[in-house]
């Protein structure tokens, strides 16, 4: 609520009567944009308590504004300012700009070189498929199950009290549910201590980042890499040194040979089902990694973003589950599981690391969102997501089968690819003379979005490469977006 004692300054030796002197200041207000249409005006009687008046002047002062149809009476709801003003618009919604709050661009010194998504040129109307870089249905999450939950926790006192509680990285529930859920399918054998639940793995990338990293440092990536990770590290000042992606997964070769040409401060690496190539890492390279993991006791961040979709066989466990010496850092997110809304995601690490991140956690973001972690609490103790899981990965492998051969007879001409073991997207190589940019620029023309681009732009075009996230997509959606890039590239 806007500070109204302050803003309306009686004058009691004024000729005007104080009603009037009262509606004419809120008129001002709303002129100026200080009240803009729409917004509730405190009751009657809370404004002649704010203003220290009878409520009969603050009644006559808002039938005059009434009157004037600068505010308008809802029954049962409120008082609000008239969405159609009597006269003109606010100035804060003029053209000019005059008069704004932030009319000028900000002249102190602040960072100007953090990436963001590319912009789109092209009318939002005018794009009827969407296809991103691999994201969950969210369609098919079980948000039924997490809104009962969530009425039964509105409903009772538990959430009260664990809303007053201190953050400590997760609520308890949430914990010990996670632990479980990856002790059962991971093989992690972690605790509570070494667990911090996240806003989503980018975050936990982030923690797990800055708890490492100083200006000068030396990272280790793949090559391509996940663009946001890559950015991440930059931010934090470091130097990034690339090394080359295969069919097998990240070369080891060249990980160890930059182990003995550099001081390395941090390995980032995503075995399973890489981005963007959506490669596995083969058993031989885990194993060579693991020994030059405990050899340089080598800080590594393990990205498993969406371990839980593999098809045809069973995953290979994360590099965090066998003996590294409690150098890897495991991430990975419920995001990719149920939607892209649901940002709840995790950290794994040795206790006192853990203990640290959380207090970094905490000058960010004081407490996580308690209402979902405690709904996707039960919903895990209840058996309900690992059925969701079972569901989807039935449901998303009859895609990928269903996008793999569509795309072999349609742009065998265009693009290479290989069929990944798991995962929600393909990585499709344009052939040399099919530019990525011009790809890209050709399918928002004719109605295709690839919202990955956006962020993965550079990296993508200096491989000639995108990712086509197939999970989310129905049937007739992938159909028409293949077909799209089919005429396009004839």
């Known amino acids: 609520m806007l500070p109204f004692k302050t803003l309306i300054v009686i004058d009691e030796s004024s000729t005007t009567a104080v009603y009037r002197q009262v509606s004419d200041q809120l008129v001002v207000m709303i002129s100026d944009g200080v009240l803009q249409p729409g917004t509730f005006l405190p009751s009657t009687r809370e404004m002649a308590s704010l203003l220290d008046k009878h409520r009969n002047t603050i009644v006559a002062a808002y039938e005059e504004l009434i009157t004037q149809d600068w505010i308008e009476p809802l029954p049962r709801i409120g008082i609000r300012v008239s969405l159609n003003l009597p006269l003109i618009k606010p100035r804060s919604f003029q053209e000019d700009g005059k008069n704004r709050t932030y009319s000028s661009p900000a002249k102190f010194n602040f960072k100007q070189n953090i990436p963001g998504p590319t912009a789109n040129h092209f009318p939002l109307k005018r794009l009827s498929i969407v296809v991103n870089d691999g994201f969950p249905d969210a369609d098919l999450a079980p948000f039924d199950s997490m809104f009962k939950e969530y009425r039964k926790l509105l409903q009772g006192t538990k959430l009260k009290k664990l809303m007053s509680l201190k953050d400590f990285g997760g609520t308890p529930a949430l914990k010990d549910?996670?632990?479980?859920?990856l002790n059962n399918s991971r093989g992690l054998n972690i605790s509570t201590d070494n667990l911090l639940i996240t806003r989503g793995a980018q975050m936990a990338i982030y923690l797990a980042a800055a708890?490492?990293?100083?200006?000068?440092?030396?990272?280790?990536?793949?090559?391509?890499?996940?663009?946001?990770?890559?950015?991440?590290?930059?931010?934090?000042?470091?130097?990034?040194?690339?090394?080359?992606?295969?069919?097998?997964?990240?070369?080891?070769?060249?990980?160890?040979?930059?182990?003995?040409?550099?001081?390395?401060?941090?390995?980032?690496?995503?075995?399973?089902?890489?981005?963007?190539?959506?490669?596995?890492?083969?058993?031989?390279?885990?194993?060579?990694?693991?020994?030059?993991?405990?050899?340089?006791?080598?800080?590594?961040?393990?990205?498993?973003?969406?371990?839980d979709f593999h098809y045809n066989n069973s995953p290979v466990l994360p590099l965090a589950s066998s003996d590294h010496d409690s150098n890897v850092l495991y991430i990975g997110s419920f995001t990719k599981l149920l939607a892209p809304s649901c940002r709840i995601g995790y950290?794994?690490?040795?206790?006192?690391?853990?203990?640290?991140?959380?207090?970094?956690?905490?000058?960010?973001?004081?407490?996580?969102?308690?209402?979902?972690?405690?709904?996707?609490?039960?919903?895990?103790?209840?058996?309900?997501?690992?059925?969701?899981i079972k569901k989807s990965k039935k449901i998303y492998s009859e895609r990928c089968d269903h996008t793999a051969l569509s795309i072999q007879k349609e742009l065998s001409h265009a693009v290479n690819f290989t069929k990944p073991h798991g995962g929600m997207a393909l990585w499709l190589k344009f052939k040399p003379e099919y530019p990525l940019g011009d790809i890209i620029s050709k399918a928002h023309s004719s109605g295709l979005l690839f919202t990955g681009a956006a962020?993965?732009?550079?990296?993508?075009?200096?491989h000639n490469g995108i990712r086509f996230g197939f999970a989310s997509l129905k049937e007739t959606e992938m159909h028409n977006a293949i077909k799209i890039l089919r005429e396009i590239t004839m």
């Open 177 to 181: 549910s996670t632990v479980n859920f």
């Open 211 to 307: 708890m490492i990293l100083k200006p000068g440092d030396n990272v280790l990536v793949s090559d391509p890499s996940y663009y946001i990770a890559d950015e991440v590290f930059k931010q934090m000042g470091a130097n990034l040194i690339r090394i080359h992606v295969d069919q097998d997964g990240i070369d080891i070769n060249g990980v160890e040979n930059a182990l003995k040409s550099f001081k390395i401060s941090l390995l980032y690496v995503i075995p399973h089902h890489h981005h963007p190539t959506t490669v596995t890492m083969s058993q031989s390279r885990r194993t060579r990694l693991l020994e030059l993991i405990r050899s340089y006791q080598l800080p590594v961040i393990e990205d498993d973003y969406d371990y």
């Open 347 to 388: 950290l794994i690490g040795p206790a006192n690391f853990i203990a640290q991140a959380t207090n970094l956690k905490r000058l960010i973001d004081l407490r996580g969102d308690t209402l979902m972690e405690e709904a996707l609490s039960a919903i895990i103790n209840s058996g309900e997501l690992d059925r969701h």
């Open 455 to 462: 962020y993965h732009e550079g990296a993508d075009q200096k």
